[in-house]
């Protein structure tokens, strides 16, 4: 590392506290001169700043250049590569199965392959953090937020798949980020719009949500994200555990031991925003014990907040040796994961597709199966479902293009139909009609557990008499209580490779064998 925080300039030392995010896939003017000013020191990427591998490729290029110019540290490209439905990079790239799905292999191995194969691909791009695993457990069914983000409902598989993937991504360099500290699974509010309260007494806590995270720190976690939730049983005062140092410096640095970063979630999300106000969040972030605060859209709110630390530090509320503390871990981290150059080569290895499609065909878990297959879809049939709506700010923006019902009417022909995320009486009764006299219903759903509607419709549609399949293109709970004639299938995806694997089941070609994570 060329230097030292002994080197370091007071500005210089707060850049390397925060991860910025910016609109668009290239760089402007205006944001390098921002990145230059103010000497950021790491970048977040999302789906927005995504065309093509060729693409991301060179605005990482470009990006560690021009950070590298600036501050003479290599930064930190961080993204949330999660896998299943929370992937950033675009589909000629390599992309895994979501946690949920990987843990329906029964394999916990598969949870090292999924990170090694992220790592890869991601290590070939520029970028070399990746902000996954999760390790909240999924307790409450009704969580908009987690869900498939999940390995499970229970704290011993969580943490033993997140561990593995965890481990699959540092075996290729590339550092792995558990979230959302601590525990971001018994709440069904979105962090992204309101203040959740997780109210369980310490002992509950220590029993599940905190579990997987003290077993992450004793296998050697390099970083974790806290979550801007409210733990009255943890922390009295009413701010969100990024805010607490009761939490972050009490708990995770001191009763666990944890030596590692600890990162924010995204302050611009309205939990800090709305209540608190991200500038002032971001000081009490920091004062609690996170590391490194994530801004990742709006470059003029991460100045009005850098300018704010400044402020904070000058006039001694917030100690300037809080922050040396922060850029030392920071610095050692990058001394590991960061300094090296990217070398040229293949951005995409077609057996790590290959690999990557095999392990999505191990996930697909038949839940119901009235007549031990599937049924064929014979020579006319109707496909039905509605868009990945976007049911949490965590996902990428809405994307239209991608329809399932008239993606699988285009290879298997027949008639389709995409319905609202939650249909109403006449709605249903009009696809029920269209739908008559068909060979087959083939319905696609997407969170129908918590829309239901769907539920409602696949119930109508029960009744025609004719075999009707569904799809789980996202959570599984929509699969529970199915009519007794109804097949149901968990895809735990909406995406070309789920709809692929869709396509080759009711053509029969092969048997799916995953098995539920989760209990009902």
């Known amino acids: 590392m060329e230097k030292t925080v002994e080197q370091m300039s007071l500005k210089e030392k707060i850049g390397q506290c925060f991860s910025v995010g910016f609109p668009g896939t290239g760089l402007t003017e205006e944001f390098c001169r921002f990145l230059k000013e103010f000497q ?4 977040i990427l999302f789906g927005e700043n995504i065309e093509s591998g060729e693409q991301l490729s060179g605005l990482c290029g470009s990006l560690r250049q021009q950070v590298k110019e600036n501050t003479g540290i290599a930064p930190f490209i961080m993204i949330d590569q999660e896998g299943g439905a929370i992937v950033r990079l675009s589909d000629d790239l390599v992309n895994v199965p979501g946690a949920m799905a990987t843990a329906a292999s029964r394999d916990p191995e598969n949870a090292y392959l999924a990170g090694q194969l992220t790592g890869r691909q991601l290590k070939r791009l520029g970028i070399n953090f990746d902000l996954a695993p999760v390790m909240d457990i999924n307790c409450n069914q009704d969580n908009p937020v987690i869900g498939i983000r999940s390995y499970g409902d229970g704290p011993g598989q969580v943490g033993a798949y997140a561990m ?23 709440t069904a509010q979105d962090s992204h719009l309101s203040l959740p309260v997780v109210d369980k007494p310490v002992e509950e806590l220590e029993a599940m949500e905190l579990r997987p995270f003290r077993e992450g720190v004793e296998a050697g976690i390099p970083a974790i994200m806290s979550t801007h939730i409210l733990f ?36 611009e999300m309205g939990a800090i925003k709305q209540y608190f106000g991200t500038a002032n969040g971001v000081v009490k972030a920091l004062g609690a014990g996170v590391d490194i605060v994530l801004i990742s859209h709006t470059p003029s709110v991460a100045r009005e907040s850098i300018e704010a630390v400044e402020k904070a530090v000058q006039e001694g509320s917030l100690p300037e040796a809080v922050i040396d503390e922060s850029v030392k871990r920071i610095l050692a981290f990058k001394e590991a994961y960061a300094e090296k150059e990217v070398s040229a080569g293949e951005l995409v290895s077609e057996q790590d597709r290959q690999e990557a499609y095999r392990l999505l065909k ?17 020579e006319d049939p109707f496909f039905a479902g509605c868009y990945a709506y976007r049911i949490t700010l965590a996902a990428n923006v809405e994307n239209k293009s991608l329809s399932f019902p008239q993606w699988m009417e285009g290879k298997l022909g027949g008639a389709s139909c995409i319905f609202s995320p939650n249909p109403q009486e006449e709605e249903i009764r009009e696809i029920a009609e269209k739908a008559k006299g068909h060979s087959s219903i083939v319905i696609g759903t997407y969170n129908g557990h ?70 009902w």
């Open 362 to 378: 191990e996930t697909i878990t038949p839940v119901a199966m009235p007549l031990g297959k599937i049924p064929e879809a014979g």
């Open 40 to 43: 950021v020191g790491n970048i």
């Open 450 to 519: 918590l829309q239901k509607g769907q539920i409602r419709l696949i119930e109508r549609l029960a009744k025609l008499e004719v075999p009707v399949i569904v799809f789980a293109l996202r959570n599984p709970y929509d699969l529970k209580g199915l009519p007794a004639n109804v097949t149901g299938i968990a895809m735990w995806e909406y995406s070309v490779r789920s709809f692929q694997a869709a396509l080759e089941l009711l053509k029969g070609e092969w048997t799916p064998k995953g098995q539920l994570p989760i209990h």
């Open 232 to 267: 009255p049983a943890l922390e009295t005062e009413k701010i969100p555990a990024t805010m607490s140092e009761k939490i972050l410096t009490g708990l995770l640095r001191k009763k666990y031991g944890f030596q590692g970063m600890i990162l924010s979630d995204c302050m």
């Open 164 to 186: 593995k993937m965890a481990k699959g991504l540092m075996s290729e360099k590339v550092l792995a980020c558990a979230k959302h500290f601590p525990g971001h699974g018994d």
